[in-house]
């Protein structure tokens, strides 16, 4: 019996190392590209992944509004934060993918007017048509730590 104990231990190791996580979905790395641009604060490089009838969807109880329809509304309002001299980034995790839909945890965070960092995070909810952002649903801003 020690000797089976010792070769299944033995054995764990390269099984672990033979797991590879999985490659991003290409809806993830669309999400992921739009969120760099968004970091990158270039409003012409997010405009590129977003549908012509992109809609940004505000989630607050039991009410949902679309706050941004069009993607040259879009653009302009990203223009227009780009503006604020608050740098805020974003990071992205919880992944999950389910066909057209890609659901993902967001933290945003930036420095306030004491030099503190702050952040909260949210859940949004991306469709993806033709290879481009054509929804986001956004959900209640959680405080972060």
Known sequence: MPKLLMMMLL???VS?????P?????????????????NARDANAMAALM???????????DQSKVTTDGKDLMVSEMESY?????????????????????????TASWMNSEGKRQAQSA???YQIADQLIR???YFPEQKTE
């Open 82 to 106: 780009f503006k604020s001299p608050t740098r805020i980034s974003s990071s992205l995790g919880g992944w999950s993918v389910n066909g057209d839909y890609v659901s993902v945890i967001e």
């Open 16 to 20: 672990i190392a033979a797991e590879k």
């Open 123 to 125: 859940t949004a909810v």
């Open 11 to 13: 054995l764990l190791p």
């Open 135 to 137: 929804r986001v649903w």
């Open 51 to 61: 549908h012509p009838g992109i809609q940004w969807i505000t989630i607050s109880g």
């Open 22 to 38: 999985a490659e991003p979905s290409d809806h993830q790395q669309l999400v992921e590209k739009y969120t760099a641009a968004f």
